[in-house]
Structures are given as structure tokens and as C-alpha cells.
């Protein structure tokens, strides 16, 4: 009879009941990952089975109302469990010194609280990720610190192990709401918090400069210094060069011309020295650059210098020459002059260059209803109207988007360099680089030449 299946139940059941309440119970813990995964308690075959596979649907988790075949797919997955559950009994009988026990462990339930909220369930609906590669993800999952961290199912009789190995902190999130334990870490690890916030990011991260009563409290709630660093303040203890280079660039998107300056003193606070300094800054810049558009090589109309003017004047973060595919799902090749927070501006003048025809306003109106779309206002100038009222509107709504200090939004080569410039001989690395850039671009256009 085949246990993966209803009807082979049903036969097992009335072949033999004992034998069949002995199958799902060798099944374990795995029958509770089943309810986990669907919402409904497989245990309830012990007092009855269904007519049908789709009695039991309703009382799946309701992502899973519409897909009728997938109670046939899970009594499947219930009839693999008491295969797997009767043939380790089987292996122990025969030789108990081989048999590893298979009960239910932290790590089997973090695994299962990891599938839950991480997506993989949808995908496996999906058809994206086979079953079989759940259950070998959860029976080989081995957690570490910040897995322990963000569980909420440690149990009370797990929890002295870890806290001397990982700090108490570690249980927070399996601790009842408002427990005197959580009241206790939560008010300890405010006190830490406000000492770490009020130390700059130099003293951070050498832990000599610490108070030491703090420094005590950051290993007994973190289990080690640079932890609690991370876990409070959102940085690595021991910053890469890379992580100092960031905020350096941060500094030049937040603070514009004045950035530079702060920037430079940022990376010689760490260590930098000049020459190498000038050369990050350089990197930094063309990176800024690229993503705002400033160095985009399109012409512009007079008029439109004039707006850039009066958005350079008002000290307001902006990008200029923004394809409209970077904001919304379209095909159309269209850029836009400008994009100051929420706001597109698009400029047209009769000086600009482009035929003012049907076609043009056409553009201008598509354009229009893609920004909507996109849930950006428009704000159409023209020298004709007034229109400094709604641009000092939409100046006051500007703000710097998060994508804007992710680097990684830049060319892979440009991201080489960068990381050559923190590198020891990097003076020669980056000629090299460059040297190589230049026979592969001349390499290119003969290419092309010769086709």
C-alpha cells in the first residue's frame, strides 16, 4: 500500500489500526513542521480521516484556498515523514549504535521558523523550490549568532547556554511581552544605547576608549564589544576601508560642495593619507556624478540652465537627465530634465532644440501619465508662465533617496578602482587598470571599425 496517498491510509487503517497510529507517530517533530508549513494539525488523522483530500483544504492557511491539489501534495509529503519515521525505527532495532535520534532540537526549529517568514513557502507554491529541498534545509540547518538572535521559539531550558555563549540579548525576542527578564535587558540595553550614541564613531570602535562599566555591560548583554556596536549603533566594530569610504560618500551626497571637505577630514580622522585621499575623493565625485547626471553629455537650452541655477541656489538634493524606466515598468526611451524629491520637472522652452509639434506634446502628456503611474507629481515649466511658486513647492519636498548611497548603483569598474585605492601599492594597481581600460577600449573600436 502507498502511504503517501489517502486512499493508502484508509487501507493501512483498517488493515491494521494500532499498526496505523503507530505510523504517525513515528513521524515526531516532522508532524508538527506539516502544521507549521499549512496551518492544519495532521494529528487529527489519529481520531479521523477525511472522505477527500479537499475536506481538509479549508482548514489550510488561506494562500493555499485556491490551489485544490495541494492537500494531495501534502498527505504525499505526511506519507514520506512516517516512511522516514518507521525505517529509523527499523535502523534502531537492528543497531542502536548507528542510529542518530532524530528529536526535536533548536536548530530544526529555527530552520522552520526561517522558511516561514522568509518566503520560501510562496516559493515552493511557485514551483520554485522543490520540497525536498525544504526538508534537507531544515534537517542540516545549522544557526548561527544572528539566527539565535532573531528567533522568537527559544525555549526557558535553552536559555542559559546561550546567553553565556552569545549575551542576553539573545533570548529577547522568545521572552513573553512584558516579562520582568525582557524588562530588565530592555532598560539595560537603553542605558547602553545611550552612552554608545553619544560617542563618536573613532571611539566606538576601540573598545580602550569605552567607559569600562559600559564596556562590561556591552559583553554581558552581547556576549563581546563590537556586537552590541553593531546591534545599536548599525555598524561594523572594526570599520573596512570600504565601510570608512562609505560614509565619506555619504558625506559628499548629504552635504554637497561643502561634502568634500568633510569627507576628506573624515578619511584622514582614519588614517588616510593625502595622496590617497585626493584619489578617493576624485572616485567619489565621478560617482556622484554618474548617478545625478551631472555628467550626462546632453545639450541643455538656456532656460534650462536658469532652473538648474535656481535648484543649485536653494541647496536641494536633485538629479537631472533620469530615464522614466528607473521609476516605472516602461519601454519608452523618454528622460526626464529633472527629478527633485516626489517631483519631475520637465522643461520645455522654444530655444531647447526639439520641433514643438503634435508629436512633441504627445510625448509630454505620455510622460505625464507615466510619472502618475509612478506616484510622482509633474511639474511642466515653460518661460511663458509663472512658475517659481510651484518650483519652490516642489524644492520644499526635495530629499535624498536611499538609493542614492548605495554604491553598488555604480559600474563594476568604477568599484574596482575604488577598492584598488585602498590597497597598498595602489598607485601602480590603478595605472595598471587604467592601462588596461584603454587597450580594451582601443581593442573594442577596431572592432567595430572592422565590422
Not at 136 to 145: A, I, K, S, V, Y
Not at 169 to 183: A, D, H, T, Y
Not at 276 to 304: A, M, P, Q
Request: with cysteine.
Amino acid at each position: 500500500m502507498d502511504l503517501k496517498t489517502l486512499d493508502g491510509l484508509k487501507q493501512l487503517r483498517a488493515k491494521d489500526e494500532n499498526e496505523f497510529h503507530h505510523a504517525l507517530d513515528a513521524t515526531g517533530d516532522r508532524m508538527n513542521f506539516l502544521k507549521l508549513v499549512y496551518g492544519y494539525d495532521f494529528w487529527h488523522f489519529h481520531e479521523k480521516l477525511p472522505d477527500h483530500e479537499l475536506d481538509i483544504l479549508p482548514e489550510f492557511f488561506e494562500m493555499y484556498h485556491d490551489i485544490p491539489e495541494e492537500p494531495t501534495r501534502a498527505i504525499a509529503w505526511l506519507g514520506e515523514y512516517i516512511e522516514r519515521g518507521l525505517n529509523l525505527e527499523k535502523a534502531m532495532e537492528e543497531n542502536p549504535l548507528d542510529w542518530n535520534s532524530d528529536e526535536p532540537v533548536l536548530s530544526k526549529r529555527i530552520a522552520t521558523e526561517i522558511i516561514q517568514r522568509s518566503g520560501y513557502l510562496d516559493n515552493y507554491l511557485l514551483g520554485l523550490i522543490a520540497k525536498q529541498r525544504l526538508v534537507d534545509f531544515r534537517e542540516n540547518f545549522e544557526p548561527g549568532r544572528n539566527d539565535y538572535y532573531k528567533s522568537s521559539i527559544i525555549m526557558p531550558k535553552e536559555f542559559s547556554s546561550l546567553m553565556q555563549k552569545h549575551g542576553k540579548m539573545v533570548v529577547f525576542n522568545s521572552l513573553r511581552p512584558g516579562e520582568e527578564l525582557q524588562r530588565k535587558l530592555l532598560a539595560k540595553k537603553d542605558m547602553l544605547a545611550e552612552y554608545l550614541l553619544s560617542l563618536n564613531i573613532v571611539e566606538r570602535i576601540h573598545p580602550n576608549e569605552m567607559n569600562q562599566q559600559m564596556r562590561r555591560l556591552a559583553i554581558e548583554l552581547y556576549g563581546r564589544t563590537e556586537c552590541a556596536v553593531k546591534d545599536i549603533c548599525g555598524h561594523s566594530f572594526t570599520l573596512s576601508s570600504i565601510d570608512i569610504i562609505e560614509d565619506a560618500y555619504k558625506l559628499i551626497m548629504d552635504n554637497g560642495p561643502e561634502g568634500i571637505a568633510l569627507a576628506s577630514d573624515h578619511l584622514s580622522l582614519h588614517k588616510f593619507n593625502q595622496a590617497k585621499i585626493n584619489r578617493i575623493i576624485t572616485s567619489l565625485l565621478e560617482r556622484s556624478d554618474e548617478y545625478r547626471g551631472f555628467s550626462s553629455n546632453v545639450n541643455t537650452s538656456r532656460f534650462e540652465l536658469q532652473i538648474e541655477s535656481m535648484l543649485q541656489s536653494g541647496g536641494v538634493f536633485y538629479r537631472r537627465q533620469v530615464p522614466y524606466n528607473q521609476i516605472t515598468r516602461t519601454n519608452r526611451r523618454y528622460i526626464m530634465d529633472f527629478l527633485v524629491g516626489d517631483t519631475i520637472i520637465e522643461v520645455t522652452d522654444d530655444s531647447d532644440g526639439f520641433i514643438h509639434d503634435l508629436a512633441y506634446f504627445a510625448t509630454l502628456q505620455e510622460k505625464t501619465l507615466l510619472a502618475k503611474q509612478a506616484g510622482y507629481n509633474i511639474l511642466v515649466i515653460t518661460p511663458h508662465e509663472e512658475f517659481h511658486s510651484q518650483l519652490k513647492e516642489a524644492m520644499q519636498r526635495s530629499y535624498t533617496p536611499k538609493e542614492a548611497y548605495d554604491m553598488g548603483t555604480f559600474s563594476v569598474d568604477n568599484t574596482e578602482l575604488l577598492r584598488l585605492a585602498t590597497e597598498k601599492n595602489s598607485a601602480r594597481n590603478i595605472q595598471q587598470r587604467i592601462n588596461t581600460h584603454f587597450v580594451n577600449n582601443v581593442y573594442m573600436i577596431g572592432h567595430i571599425k572592422a565590422a
